[in-house]
T-cell receptor
Framework: GEQVEQLPSILRVQEGSSASINCTYENSASNYFPWYKQEPGENPKLIIDIRSNMERKQTQGLIVLLDKKAKRFSLHITDTQPGDSAMYFCAASAASSGSWQLIFGSGTQLTVMP | DMKVTQMPRYLIKRMGENVLLECGQDMSHETMYWYRQDPGLGLQLIYISYDVDSNSEGDIPKGYRVSRKKREHFSLILDSAKTNQTSVYFC????????????FGKGTRLTVV
């Protein structure tokens, strides 16, 4: 099936620096790209998303960039804090049986060191 | 408060036993999902349900079946559980077939021994 590749799988940064996670997708028809944050023992929660009619979206220290030509999108966390430490998943929409589903990347474990 | 509720949260079963994982949502969402999460593999889709009695296989349906008799309730059944089905299972829901947020439950950690 279709895949979303997510890199890196592990990311350690110093508090106050920025962190970047990159994802690539296969289906040029994908038009919705959410990012989920999952804290230990918790459910994944949506933190930001971008649709294909945009190239950049920013909210509360998070920036998402979308390059449709390269089928690549990325999450940038500025001024990281220890509370940003978590697992992050990217996802891309994909058509399936006349409807759609999300294909998830394999996740990035982000650790922000004090 | 919009919620996806999963029961039980933790479950230990012996190999060969049947397993029933329950999921409910209070948002009247049409679409519901079952995922499993394993280290390094992310979230893999087992089954998707578009509405009552309208279910489709996801990427890894083998060894699983589902039941959706009411819009707010979606069950995952493992007939004769195997040790390789030890995982964390997440139920999720979304408003429909448009590209919108998917809401996840808190997961069920299943151990098959």
């Amino acid at each position: 099936g279709e895949q979303v590749e997510q890199l890196p799988s592990i990311l350690r940064v110093q508090e106050g620096s920025s962190a970047s996670i990159n994802c690539t997708y296969e289906n040029s028809a994908s038009n919705y790209f959410p990012w989920y944050k999952q804290e230990p023992g918790e459910n994944p929660k949506l933190i930001i998303d971008i649709r294909s009619n945009m190239e950049r979206k920013q909210t509360q220290g998070l920036i998402v960039l979308l390059d449709k030509k390269a089928k690549r999108f990325s999450l940038h966390i500025t001024d990281t804090q220890p509370g940003d430490s978590a697992m992050y998943f990217c996802a891309a929409s994909a058509a399936s049986s006349g409807s759609w589903q999300l294909i998830f990347g394999s996740g990035t474990q982000l650790t922000v060191m004090p | 408060d919009m919620k996806v509720t999963q029961m039980p949260r933790y479950l230990i079963k012996r190999m060969g036993e049947n397993v029933l994982l329950e999921c409910g949502q209070d948002m009247s969402h049409e679409t519901m999902y079952w995922y499993r999460q394993d280290p390094g593999l992310g979230l893999q889709l087992i089954y998707i349900s578009y509405d009552v009695d309208s279910n489709s296989e996801g990427d890894i349906p083998k060894g699983y079946r589902v039941s959706r008799k009411k819009r707010e309730h979606f069950s995952l059944i493992l007939d004769s559980a195997k040790t390789n089905q030890t995982s964390v299972y997440f139920c999720a829901s979304s408003p429909g077939t448009s590209n919108t947020e998917v809401f996840f439950g808190k997961g069920t950690r299943l151990t098959v021994v």
